[in-house]
């Protein structure tokens, strides 16, 4: 937006943003009577110096945050859902019959498989979230009803069943909400990129930083080596059984690497 002496001037990229009621304007400021949209949050206003022309460009604008693609995770709650083994077998069995004729590495079904499971989450969340707005709406007009005195025993009945499917929801919503707690630093959420490469620098600055330390070594430093049986041991073919073993005595909540697979997905499939 932007003022001039020659009368009053006002541009903005998106016309539908604001429904204007009543405009002020000067030399150096507007201000305007509006409804601003629910879906423009953090809005800044910044006003540059005239210096070569008669305008005040005045800049309104919203405050974006962009940390890049969002990384694959799987949710615990997933497992609570009726349908998340069933997709899963069922496009486990379609990657396995597709590979017949040439082989495929586990790599790529995994991801082929992460493909599938985020196109599952996307609709799943979309009709769980549609059916919640539904749910709500009913329960608004059952209470009235009962407030009222009109609502019936089929009424009364039905309240009951709807509120054990919210309860289903919200018991989804918060597993979901546990496990992302855990990316906040220290207890706080931090959702400005600034503090959060800020938190990062402090916390790799005090593991690399130089700290005095007297330390008095020997002169002379045995020789440790592995007796024969060790050797063997380091040199031996690892066995499924030994694997199997190492991946339970796992943390559920850890995953093997940064793929978004947790060890409860190894365990359960």
């Not at 604001?18 to 006003?47: G, T």
């Not at 050797?231 to 030994?242: K, N, R, T």
């Not at 793929?259 to 499939?269: M, N, Q, V």
Request: charged share 30%; proline share 4%; glycine share 4%.
């Amino acid at each position: 937006m932007a003022r001039g002496r020659s009368g009053g001037l006002v541009t903005m990229w998106d016309p539908n943003v604001f429904v204007k009621k009543r405009m002020w304007c000067a030399d150096s400021y507007i201000i305007i009577e509006d409804n601003v949209n629910h879906d423009i949050p953090n809005l800044q206003v910044v006003a540059l110096d005239r210096r070569w022309s008669d305008h005040n460009p005045i800049l309104l604008h919203s405050k974006k945050f962009d940390f890049g693609p969002t990384p694959f995770i799987i949710f615990h709650s997933w497992f609570d859902r009726i349908d998340f083994e069933k997709v899963v077998k069922d496009k486990w069995g379609d990657i396995s019959g597709e590979v017949l004729c040439h082989t495929k590495s586990l790599h790529t079904k995994l991801k082929d498989l992460k493909s599938h499971l985020k196109i599952w989450y996307s609709h799943t969340n979309e009709v769980e979230t549609s059916r919640m707005n539904l749910l709500l709406a009913d329960m608004r007009n059952l209470d009235q009803k009962n407030n009222e005195g009109l609502a019936s025993d089929e009424d009364k009945s039905s309240r009951i069943s709807k509120l054990q499917e919210l309860d289903y929801f919200e018991k989804m919503n918060s597993l979901d909400l546990m496990q992302k707690m855990r990316v906040k630093w220290e207890g706080v959420w931090l959702s400005d990129p600034k503090d959060i490469k800020e938190a990062f620098l402090n916390f790799y600055k005090k593991k690399f930083s130089c700290h005095d330390s007297q330390v008095s070594l020997p002169s002379f430093m045995p020789a440790h080596r592995l007796n024969t049986s060790d050797q063997d041991l380091l040199e031996a073919v690892v066995s499924m059984e030994e694997i199997k073993t190492a991946v339970w005595d796992c943390g559920s909540n850890k995953a093997p690497g940064p793929d978004g697979y947790s060890f409860l997905f190894i365990k359960r499939f």
